[in-house]
């Protein structure tokens, strides 16, 4: 079959180039494919015109995605643009009309690959209908100040009262499900611990889904607070046990989760998934490195990039020195694209847009509260105050959360805090979702099954189960 792909591809570039066949209007129904790091991901995009922008969505069958959003469709013949919103990195879908196709580069957390797309007249993949759950969904409304949550509470069908689990997401905007690429982790934990006679509650990030608020000025004390704010609700709730409330935090929900607990003493416990515990500036810096390292780059570049980075970091502790830090940062867009081809130089168009557009997002971020908050927020001070039961996961090949930069940090302040109660585990071949990995970049998480790695969920609800002596 994928050879059959190609050659009809190589037919069609020939045909378009002869000139044998139309241009074909962008909005409209289109399948294809994008294939990166060896594997082939079977696509299929909507496009339909608004007034004097375009509206766009995104499925992916083989994750069970449907109606996914793109952002930022653009169609300047014969140039394509659009990108897919995605937990470790914002996707990107840079191509060219060819016909009745779209041909372009795909590109993702550092990955590169290719995609197509052929203009079609399919119906739109159905959204797969799942059987209602043995257990009860409450849409629920939780208020901290002027920001309301919109989430779901899931209850048991046995006796109550019950113990019950607020989940906590990484970094980014985020939904209820911290779903990433089709991937719902966070739906997953739910349902497996409501069947297993656990109460669970998740929320939609600020200004995402439900919830009202923004993320531009959000800061970790702010999700800490929205954390709070939901295990108080549960207070409220006479089916559940308040004695037996504990929270799971994911990624940068493994820094709140402490923060909340140290503070709030009548929490039960605490499971960490891929929880920092060393300062976000080494946590960035490591992830440039592994990520570089793993896109083949030379030590001479990765030297370069971090000492950029440790630039980027004084700017922000001291507030000084903004204007040289985007004059370097212009410099080092240009240097990129003097090491591409005329062709890949040619697509792009109007360069100094492009170096212009790119350092802007870059200085915004770095003078975003919650950048400045993190990179010098020390994880380790917080969770040397918990005095619950802690459970930490880590995955083998985890490349944001990397396993040597902080399984040993979370030990020693466990071993020095007193805290007897606390279990370290890692998942071989686990990446940072805890799916089951080839090389655990992000680039991979498009083509992973939509799982945990075996015994994830069950170590979770059996230590939750004997804290809470279920």
């Known amino acids: 079959m994928k050879s059959r792909t190609l050659s009809y591809l190589l037919i069609l570039l020939i045909l378009t180039a002869s000139g044998m066949i139309a241009q074909t209007e962008f909005p409209g129904h289109w399948e294809g494919a994008i294939s990166i790091m ?32 793109l952002k930022n469709v653009s169609f300047k013949p014969p140039k394509v643009y659009f990108e897919l919103p995605a937990g470790p990195g914002i996707a990107i879908f840079d191509g060219e009309m060819k016909g009745d196709s779209m041909i372009g580069d795909f590109s993702q957390a550092g990955a590169k690959g290719k995609f197509y797309l052929i203009k079609g007249t ?6 797969p209908v799942e059987p209602p759950p043995p257990y009860k969904e409450e849409e629920v409304k939780i208020h901290n100040g002027d920001i309301t949550l919109a989430g779901t509470l899931s209850l048991p069908v046995t ?19 911290e779903e990433v690429m089709g991937f719902k982790p966070f739906k997953l934990i739910a349902d497996y611990l409501t069947r297993s006679g656990i109460a669970v509650l998740r929320c939609d990030d600020r200004g995402v889904g439900g919830s009202t608020g923004s993320m531009e000025k959000a800061t970790g004390e702010d999700f800490a607070n929205d954390a709070e704010a939901q295990v108080k609700y549960l207070l409220t709730r006479s089916e559940i046990d308040h004695k037996k409330i504990g929270l799971l935090g994911h990624s940068e929900g493994g820094i709140i989760a402490p923060m909340v607990a140290a503070r709030f003493k009548d929490i039960a416990f605490i499971v960490l998934m891929a929880g ?6 080494k946590i960035i810096s490591k992830q440039i490195d592994i990520l570089m390292r793993a896109g083949g780059a030379t030590e001479t570049e990765i030297k370069t990039e971090l000492a950029r980075q440790e630039q980027v970091y004084k700017v922000v502790r001291t507030n000084k020195g903004w204007e040289e830090l985007r004059l370097e940062l212009q410099k080092d867009a240009k240097e990129s694209l003097n090491k591409m081809t005329a062709e890949e130089r040619k697509a792009i168009g109007d360069e100094e847009k492009l170096i212009n557009t790119s350092t802007d997002a870059k200085i915004k971020g770095a003078k975003s509260p919650w950048f400045k908050y993190f990179i010098d927020f020390d994880p380790a001070k917080q969770l040397e105050k918990v005095k619950c039961p802690v459970l930490g996961l880590f995955g083998e090949l985890d490349m944001q959360v990397p396993l040597d930069l902080n399984k040993e940090p979370i030990e020693k302040v466990f071993k020095k805090s ?9 998942f071989p071949k686990a990446n940072h979702l805890f799916q089951e990995a080839v090389t655990g970049n992000p680039a991979e998480y498009a083509t992973l099954k939509k799982e945990f790695v075996p015994g994830f969920m069950e170590m979770i609800s059996d230590w939750i189960a ?5």
Do not use: C, W
């Open 276 to 281: 920092p515990a060393v300062t976000g500036d």
């Open 159 to 177: 006796a109550g009262p019950y113990p019950a689990v607020v989940l906590i997401t990484g970094s980014g905007a985020q939904n209820r499900d």
């Open 466 to 470: 004997k804290r809470v002596k279920m």
């Open 418 to 426: 007193g805290n007897k109660d606390y279990t370290i585990h890692v």
């Open 38 to 69: 060896g594997a082939e991901l079977g696509i299929k995009v909507d496009i339909k015109s608004e007034a004097d922008s375009f509206k766009a969505s995104i499925d992916i069958p083989m994750q069970n995605a449907i109606g996914l959003p």
């Open 122 to 127: 399919a119906t739109k993949t159905a959204a």
